[in-house]
């Protein structure tokens, strides 16, 4: 039996731990597959799909800044994409028809949302950034009905642009920030500061609430800059990595027909592999 191909499109990508994930899984599974960081710029994209297309590879994960680059290639957008017009997964379904995914919605919601415990739906959302990932952080807090989502980035044209698709949203302005944080039930990390070998957040957020929970997409390194800054002052934090496996679970789901394993096992060989 041929290998089953699989990869990643993005830049940059050399962050990324999805290869080492799906990797991790084709071998518990004894899957013959092998999953790689495929480095494309952005006039490569049809190339790598139409790749997919003659089945010379079995599915993509798209990470940013080609989430919505990809969708003019695809034939077709279903669920969380439609919704998000972003998509993370892709892969040919029984009609030969290239098909977008996003399960980064997923990854939020088994991630992060539903260990938080909302009791109001009142509660105070802030989203800081408006790149790539942040519709479907919208989206999720949407589904789980919260009413009060705020959201800046330093260019306040893509937030704009973020509420013209839902409409709901609040801006605040970036040089706002730290002031408006104080009055936040949860603040959400969607910008890539933070990240691993990147720049931080300027801004203290000392005079936040107490019982403020703080979430960073990120997961490399483990603990940002800020989630350090919180956790000193006991403020709850949750990292990126919870999510980043969920919405790689529902990615080999799609692909393989077959749920792999979330267990304390694979969440202590990332966490090796991040040291
Ligand atoms: P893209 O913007 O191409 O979708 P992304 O990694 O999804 O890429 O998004 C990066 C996010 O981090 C954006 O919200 C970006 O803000 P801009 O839209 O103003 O670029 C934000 N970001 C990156 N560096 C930043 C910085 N130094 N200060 C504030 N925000 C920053």
Not at 105 to 133: M, R, S, T
Not at 136 to 155: D, E, H, M, P, Q
Not at 196 to 203: A, E, H, I, R, V
Not at 247 to 259: D, P, R, V
Request: no cysteine; hydrophobic share 35%; net charge positive.
């Amino acid at each position: 039996m041929i290998e089953k191909k699989f990869g990643i499109i993005g830049k940059p990508l050399s962050h990324s731990l999805s290869p080492f994930l799906h990797n991790y899984w084709f071998k518990k599974h004894k899957i013959r597959a092998s999953y790689s960081l495929i480095e494309a710029k952005e006039d490569e994209i049809e190339k790598v799909i139409k790749m997919i297309k003659k089945n010379e590879l079995q599915g993509i994960n798209v990470t940013v800044p080609y989430k919505q680059a990809v969708i003019p290639h695809l034939d077709l957008l279903i669920s969380d994409a439609k919704e998000t017009h972003s998509v993370n997964t892709i892969n040919l379904n029984e009609k030969g028809q290239l098909v977008g995914h996003n399960t980064d919605v997923y990854g939020l919601e088994h991630g992060f949302i539903n260990k938080l415990k909302i009791q109001n739906q009142e509660n105070k959302f802030f989203i800081l950034g408006a790149g790539g990932v942040t519709p479907s952080v919208v989206y999720a807090l949407y589904k789980k009905k919260i009413k009060k989502i705020f959201v800046s980035n330093r260019t306040l044209k893509k937030a704009e642009k973020l509420k013209e698709k839902f409409p709901f949203v609040k801006i605040i302005e970036w040089e706002d920030i730290e002031s408006e944080a104080e009055k936040m039930d949860v603040i959400i990390n969607s910008t890539s500061l933070g990240l691993k070998g990147g720049s931080n957040f300027t801004q203290e957020f000392k005079k936040t609430k107490s019982s403020l929970i703080y979430y960073d997409i990120i997961y490399n390194p483990e603990e940002t800059m800020l989630i350090k800054k919180f956790k000193k002052r006991k403020i709850q934090t949750i990292n990126g990595l919870d999510m980043f496996i969920f919405q790689g679970q529902k990615s080999f789901s799609l692909w393989n027909k077959t749920k792999p394993e979330f267990d304390e096992e694979l969440r202590r060989n990332i966490m090796e592999k991040l040291k």
